[in-house]
DNA sequence: ATCACTAAGGCAAAATATTTGCGTTAGTGG
DNA sequence: CCACTAACGCAAATATTTTGCCTTAGTGAT
């Protein structure tokens, strides 16, 4: 929903979008997620309510179209050079950000809602970037990380702390996991 | 809050909120998430809207807290003859009704609310239940499982394809996992 | 038992939010 | 430049949530 599946992306759909997920995401940082509510964030956006619950349906299906945009990654990962440090550099930085408020408050938008559609997106991102590093890896003549693996034994243990253990997973915590990864690669 | 937490949990309390929590399941049966709003709620249960939004706050909290009780174990584990052979059969029947619409449904429900409270209980229960068949197995001279390697090796990984891949895990994907935890456990 | 006490519920009015019909605006394709 | 129509605005109709005030019914003391 954020780039062009919709019939008619000309200027105006496009424009409208985005002031209203800038609305989003500015009143969501003012006031809680108390204050938002559709017709704040209409009158913040210069729309009509009428607007938003035609393209969006209700508040909860907007909340997490918001939160897949900003899940998004904007940067490629960072280039350490290698694969390993490549991986686990970013995975301390993406579970850093998904364990703050405003992760956990994305999380539960894009959980919270009937669609897959966003929480697959978030899968995807997230295969994504380690492809990415895979590739540059590659070019170096590195072995890839077999991304299955990495959500498995990284990734899925650390989100089910984060969502139903309420835990915030330390950098320590990571590598221990990273760890397990490697080292069951090498074998 | 499906104990005695609240400080008058006298009878009538009780009596309300069971009546509350069945007009949910009722109506979310009978017509799916449409039309399972507060006021229909409030009137399938002989109460008025207000005494509701009082006592949950909003519909979301009410849902969370209908799905928590429904997850929680009604019947401890069967009991097949080893911890093992119980793990396992328990293990494919509780990700079969994760998997499942309403299992499906009852997670969004969880964890799409703020207080962490929802979710922590479903871990609680699940380590609950772990805990259960370890016990009997200890009555029996048997190694107990670890429950933090069983959450990490094979819960997370099928929670987090239920999640976030939409994926609907076979009994031979939880096998699979199943054989990694004890190949591991026994090294 | 009886009674004073108060948490929790009912009721109804007020405040908000959501839906809908219909006219208008502004991209799109010819 | 024009016809076409998806998407928006507006405002009236509905539905929902919130609130003040009153009543009901557990609780604990006598």
Not at 71 to 89: F, I, K, N, W
Not at 118 to 130: E, M, P
Not at 142 to 168: C, H, K, S, W
Request: glycine fraction near 8%.
């Amino acid at each position: 929903m954020t780039n062009k599946p919709t019939p008619r992306p000309g200027g105006r759909s496009a424009r409208i979008q985005a002031a209203v997920h800038q609305a989003v995401r500015d009143l969501q940082q003012e006031q809680g997620r108390a204050g938002l509510t559709v017709p704040a964030i209409a009158t913040r956006a210069d729309v009509t309510p009428s607007t938003i619950y035609r393209r969006w349906g209700d508040l909860a299906q907007l909340l997490a179209d918001v939160a897949v945009e900003q899940l998004q990654p904007e940067q490629p990962p960072a280039d350490t050079g290698s694969v390993r440090s490549d991986l686990l550099a970013w995975l301390v930085e993406y579970f850093e950000e998904m364990s703050s408020a405003p992760g956990r408050a994305m999380l539960r938008d894009v959980l919270g809602t009937e669609g897959h559609t966003s929480a697959g997106k978030c899968d995807g991102f997230l295969r994504q970037q380690i492809e990415v590093i895979n590739e540059r890896g590659l070019a170096r003549g590195e072995q890839p990380m077999d991304i299955g693996r990495v959500t498995q034994i990284v990734v899925a243990p650390l989100m089910y702390r984060i969502l139903f253990a309420n835990e915030t997973p330390t950098a320590q915590a990571i590598e221990a996991l990273f760890e397990q990864l490697v080292s069951s690669a090498d074998a």
